[in-house]
């Protein structure tokens, strides 16, 4: 079955440290999308990329990075420049004649806590 | 820009009744497409209904529809004969087709109880 997979689910890291989330689509979808949600809070955008080697900041990328080598593939890296990492992050993906008008699909997340 | 209000942070209905959850926007694209997701407590998001800034009739999918009013700029998820299953925190986005292409705006969302 076609679907996005992130890795790790749980994910606990020391201040200072910097941490990379997982996120695989088998889906052959062009745009893939990182965010972040904070307890009871609503869905806020990091980074998107529409196309292989090429990405955008969103909304809240500061302290964030990414990478799109592959088309199945959009990790981020939580910098230690972030400044308060602890979230829930969510990967998306959305693709083909659907992009504008299809809706996205999420992987089951990552939980990040700062000890 | 692009920009979801949803100002209903917690709503509760009674099982068996219909609940509507609100939803207003701002974008500078003329066209654009709206859309509602529910997210139980276990962290996952399902889509339930799409509403395109051009289509004419209001968007049905089950239980769910969607009233949406273009002037006023709304996009109201409706919920009939709510069950038990449907408690949720449930978000409205919006993907713009011009400048905003590619770009999901979420809302900070409703959580609904549906009370036996």
């Known amino acids: 079955d076609g679907g996005i997979t992130q890795s790790p689910k749980y994910l606990f890291r020391k201040e200072g440290q910097n941490v990379t989330l997982s996120c695989e689509q088998n889906l052959n979808h062009d745009a893939m999308y990182w965010y972040r949600q904070d307890p009871g809070q609503g869905l806020r955008l990091i980074y998107y990329s529409q196309i292989v080697n090429d990405f955008q900041k969103g909304d809240i990328a500061e302290g964030y990075s990414v990478s799109r080598e592959k088309k199945e593939s959009f990790p981020l890296t939580v910098t230690s420049a972030q400044k308060n990492p602890t979230a829930f992050y969510l990967c998306?993906?959305?693709?083909?004649?659907?992009?504008?008008?299809?809706?996205?699909?999420f992987g089951e997340g990552s939980r990040l806590t700062v000890l | 820009a692009q920009k979801i209000t949803q100002t209903q942070p917690g709503m509760f209905v009674q099982e068996k009744e219909a609940v509507t959850l609100d939803c207003t926007y701002d974008?500078?694209?003329?066209?654009?497409?709206l859309f509602w997701y529910k997210q139980p407590s276990s962290g996952e998001m399902i889509f339930l209904i799409y509403?395109?800034?051009?289509?004419?009739q209001n968007a049905t999918e089950g239980r769910y529809s969607l009233n949406f009013q273009k002037a006023r700029k709304s996009a109201n998820l409706v919920i009939s004969a709510s069950q038990l299953g449907d408690s949720a925190m449930y978000f409205c986005?919006?993907?713009?087709?011009?400048?905003?292409?590619?770009?999901?705006?979420f809302g900070d969302g409703t959580t609904l109880t549906v009370k036996p």
């Open positions: 509403q395109g800034s051009y289509d004419q």
């Open positions: 998306a993906s959305i693709g083909g004649a659907a992009t504008n008008t299809g809706e996205l699909f």
């Open positions: 986005a919006m993907r713009g087709f011009n400048t905003n292409a590619g770009k999901s705006t």
């Open positions: 974008t500078s694209d003329p066209s654009y497409g």
